[in-house]
């Protein structure tokens, strides 16, 4: 019983927070395509811009496209290619159409033009190397957890947080990534680690996810040394290692080391950190591993991070959270 309670507090903590702002960057991405669609080019991209700022971690390849074509018929090259530079440099977009986009044609004569271009081959060439069928079913998996994130919130809206429809929801959910977790458990114990070269970037977030999020500590430990020996060959991302290793450490009875899971206060709604080592150099360690600002990533949640507050708060989260180590001196 414990333990489904603690399932659906952290479904509902971080489920509806990122619905929330889900929504809120969603209502001004549909304003820049309204603004597109008037010919209101420089106003468009400027929502963008905005949309990206406050919600970078909801920013979509196709939205950061259109706001690239925004920009580019706006007459605002340099502003188009950084949009360009970041889709086809981090997020691996191979559309060759982008080449015979009119949109785009103020960039045709500019030099760095053809590099955008050179990149979007080789990530064709790249994502053309993939293993389409494991790919196709981690997508799936991914686009029904989005699609729960959606349901969390609208249940919460309509009916409320600790209504009997949210326990639903949630018991389905629970039962769905338990028979994700078998199958990503087979993936893993007959072809080991996959990395973004041959399941993308998406399908590698994927298989992290499910052992994170749904695992039990044994089978974390399992897979642990499989994560860390793939992220020594640079075939993971750091920042897998570090959230799946605050995870156990609470599992284990100890502070968390680099700050990412978050509690909700069943009684007040509001959301905390979950004890945490050493506040004072959580950045640091954050920096370390890849990971964003400890204030960036908590106001997602709507925390403002005061570390003085927070160390006078500890010991009672220790307690809280049964911690039997590593309290304050």
């Not at 949309?51 to 580019?72: E, M, P, T, V």
């Not at 007040?268 to 004072?280: C, F, M, N, R, S």
């Not at 989260?317 to 039997?324: E, N, P, R, S, T």
Request: hydrophobic residues 40%; contains cysteine.
């Amino acid at each position: 019983m414990k333990k489904i309670i603690l399932t659906f507090l952290t479904i509902l903590s971080v489920g509806s927070a990122f619905c929330q702002n889900r929504e809120k960057y969603a209502k001004l991405v549909n304003e820049a395509d309204k603004l597109y669609t008037n010919k209101k080019y420089l106003k468009s991209a400027h929502k963008y811009s905005e949309a990206f700022f406050k919600y970078s971690a909801y920013a979509q390849i196709n939205d950061r496209y259109k706001a690239a074509c925004s920009w580019a018929l706006a007459g605002k090259a340099d502003s188009a290619f950084v949009q360009l530079f970041h889709i086809t440099h981090i997020e691996d977009f191979a559309d060759l159409n982008i080449v015979n986009d009119i949109a785009l044609s103020l960039l045709y004569s500019d030099e760095r033009w053809n590099f955008i271009i050179d990149f979007v081959k080789t990530n064709k060439e790249k994502t053309d190397q993939y293993d389409v069928i494991l790919s196709a079913q981690l997508d799936s998996v991914y686009r029904e957890n989005l699609q729960f994130d959606f349901e969390i919130g609208e249940i919460e809206r309509k009916h409320g947080r600790n209504s009997n429809e949210m326990r639903q929801l949630v018991k389905t959910i629970n039962e769905k990534n338990s028979a994700n977790l078998v199958k990503i458990t087979k993936i893993l114990d007959e072809k080991g680690w996959l990395g973004h070269d041959i399941i993308g970037e998406r399908g590698s977030k994927i298989l992290f996810s499910i052992i994170q999020q749904y695992a039990d500590i044994k089978t974390q430990e399992n897979y642990l040394p499989m994560i860390k020996e793939a992220v020594a060959k640079g075939n993971a991302d750091p920042a897998y290692l570090a959230l799946l290793e605050d995870d156990m450490a609470l599992k284990l009875g100890k502070r968390q080391i680099y700050g990412s899971h978050i509690g909700i206060d069943v009684t007040t709604g509001k959301h905390y950190v979950a004890p945490l080592e050493d506040p004072d150099n959580v950045d640091k360690r954050r920096m370390e591993v890849g990971l964003s600002k400890y204030q960036d990533y908590l106001s997602i949640f709507g925390i403002t991070w005061n570390i003085d507050e927070y160390k006078k708060e500890l010991p009672e989260l220790d307690i809280k959270h049964g911690i039997k180590q590593n309290i304050e001196k």
